[in-house]
């Protein structure tokens, strides 16, 4: 029997995500082996897991209360039967190895693995969470998205899809651009707040689009199924194209000049690496953590930060302009934001993988 390899990683495609795209890469690397997922019936695991061809075993939420509750008396008992049905998962796959991406489902998957089964961590936001920081207690094999978010993590990156860690977006523009009538000569601002949209960013681009297309720059924009109300006035815009969703991202970034959009792990990681630059605006939750993921390639020169608190069509347009007309500038960008970025991620990850099953094996 191949290598077994089971995932932790429910709740976000956050989480979701970047075990997916590790499962790929162990496929790649050793097609006999397998790899199934550990999610709960709340998240979106239950339907990205499935789409890409993995089975995925069920365990209770066990979400931890952010303020004292009565959801905090039961919590002892709710991490127990989690434990044990990540424990029972582990057995019956037969496990060589669990993989944690932090989230809801790798707590209980690292305290049933611990001293059983060979465990690797992995870290995608520059703040790491509370799973994850317990997970690496357990394990050499840690690795993170940006330096010094875990103790002794060695910073790989982010797993990506490999249409996204291959793109070449120069050779892909022109077939992109014709997916949306778009000029491949003249430049594209590409708009996106995740696959639900979001309304602060839809809202500026909205007060922005006429100055934007006035001087000659395009609008691809993702405004999410349910925020059609908030477009309905500048469909008819020339140079304005809007969608409610796209499957798969890589020819957005291939046709887009630059974007505009959240500070998610992921969404920072894929701009990185195909060198994207972007206006990116954090949305103002939890513990600051987009802001901070965000940080190190606006650092890099690759990226220009604005708060979701002072976004408006004014500023969206003057910080849009200020780059997507100026091709020096604008490759300058784009060559800073794919300096920082990191492409091999996923087979980095999936050698320390194996790693951890030889040792394992010992």
């Known amino acids: 029997m191949g ?61 931890l209360p952010r303020r004292p509750s009565k959801d905090l008396l039961t ?29 809801f489902v790798a707590l209980p998957a690292y305290l049933a693995a611990r001293g059983r089964v ?36 060695v910073r790989i990156g982010i797993p990506l899809r490999e249409s996204i860690a291959n793109l070449d977006r120069a050779a892909r523009r022109r077939s992109a651009c014709a997916r949306w009538d778009l000029d491949p000569q003249r430049p594209c601002l590409l708009v996106f707040g995740g696959s639900q949209g ?9 007060a922005a689009a006429q100055a934007l297309t006035a001087a000659g720059v395009q609008i691809l924009h993702v405004y999410g199924p349910n925020n059609t109300d908030q477009v309905e006035g500048i469909t008819d815009l020339p140079d ?14 291939a046709a887009a000049d630059m974007a ?6 992921m969404t920072c990681a894929e701009l990185a690496a ?7 605006v954090p949305l103002p939750i939890g513990n600051g953590e987009q802001r901070h993921n965000a940080a190190p390639v ?38 800073n934001a794919a300096e920082h970025g990191v492409r091999d991620a996923a087979g980095r990850l999936a050698d320390m993988v194996m790693a951890a099953a030889a040792k394992g094996d010992k």
Not at 198 to 206: G, K, M, P, Q
Not at 300 to 328: F, M
């Open 3 to 63: 290598l077994r390899v089971v995932v932790a990683g429910g709740g976000t495609a956050g989480h979701v995500e970047p075990a997916l795209n590790l499962a790929d890469a162990v496929k790649a690397m050793n097609p006999d082996a397998v790899v199934t997922a550990i999610g709960t019936a709340e998240g979106l695991e239950t339907r990205l897991v499935p789409a890409r061809g993995y089975e995925l075993d069920l365990i209770e939420r066990v979400p």
């Open 75 to 103: 919590l002892p008992r709710r991490v127990r039967k989690a434990v044990r049905q990540c424990r029972e998962i582990l057995q019956v796959r037969q496990a060589d190895v669990l993989v944690g991406f932090g989230g």
């Open 118 to 153: 060979p465990i690797v961590v992995h870290e995608a936001n520059a703040k790491a969470g509370l799973a994850n920081k317990v997970g690496r207690r357990f394990t050499p094999f840690v690795a993170e998205a940006t330096s010094e978010s875990l103790p002794g993590a």
């Open 198 to 206: 979001a309304r602060s960013l839809n809202a500026a681009t909205v």
């Open 240 to 253: 304005y194209h809007g969608v409610a969703y796209i499957d798969g991202m890589d020819d957005a970034y």
């Open 260 to 265: 505009v959009c959240r500070a998610g792990a």
């Open 274 to 280: 195909v060198g994207l630059p972007a206006v990116y």
């Open 298 to 335: 606006v650092e890099a020169g690759g990226g220009i930060l604005v708060d979701d608190a002072q976004l408006s069509g004014t500023l969206l347009s003057a910080s849009v302009l200020d780059v997507i007309t100026d091709r020096g500038r604008l490759d300058t960008m784009s060559a």
